[in-house]
């Protein structure tokens, strides 16, 4: 069975790594991470409050995972895994999918980006095995209400690691 990690930063948008989360069909393996800041912006945002219990095990690439996705991909862990900082299980684990040439989804999420996070993720974006994918919203399938935007977006980031979804409604 596949594994995938899920790792929440803390962007603005943590509910949303969560819905991804929830939403990653039952015959992947799926393990979640949420950073210390993470915790924090949820409080803030969703009033949800999560306990310390992060399993180290994806810290070690003979530990398997083959999709790890870090959503939303705040600016300090953007920074962190351009300049190979792996201080937190978060940025160990990208550190590993690069090591390990596996599937890496980022999306990094601020308003606007500085050169300094366009560096970064220009930088990253020429792995081949890394995805700049932040959570940009689309027109083209109408959405009505965040749901939809949230479908559409969490849609995006299965189809960039090879999930068969129908979350949204596809340009024809
Ligand atoms: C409510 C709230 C919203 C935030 N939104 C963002 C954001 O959208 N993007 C970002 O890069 N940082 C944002 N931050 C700042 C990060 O949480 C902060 O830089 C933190 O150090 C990130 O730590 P982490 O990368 O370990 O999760 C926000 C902070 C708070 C409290």
Redesign the pocket.
């Given at each position: 069975m596949k594994k995938i990690l899920v790792c929440?930063?803390?962007?603005?948008?943590a509910s949303l790594g969560l819905k991804l989360y929830n939403m990653i069909p039952s015959n992947y393996e799926r393990y979640l991470v949420v950073?210390?800041?993470?915790k924090?912006?949820l409080e803030?945002?969703e009033n949800i409050f999560l306990d310390d219990d992060i399993s180290a095990a994806p810290a070690s690439g003979s530990f398997g995972i083959d999709i790890t996705f870090i959503v939303?991909?705040?600016?300090?862990?953007?920074a962190?895994i351009a300049l190979g900082i792996a201080d937190?299980l978060?940025?160990r684990s990208a550190l590993v999918a690069i090591k390990e040439k596996k599937k890496l989804i980022l999306a990094?999420?601020?308003?606007p980006f500085t050169q300094i996070?366009l560096k970064y993720m220009y930088e990253l974006s020429t792995y081949p095995n890394i995805y700049i994918a932040p959570p940009i919203i689309a027109y083209y399938n109408n959405p009505k209400t965040l749901n939809d935007i949230e479908m559409f977006l969490i849609g995006k980031w299965f189809d960039l690691a090879g999930i068969k979804n129908n979350f949204f409604k596809r340009w024809e």
């Open positions: 929440i930063s803390g962007a603005s948008g950073s210390k800041n993470a924090i912006v803030k945002e939303p991909t705040s600016m300090n862990t953007l962190k937190n978060i940025t990094p999420r601020e308003m996070h």
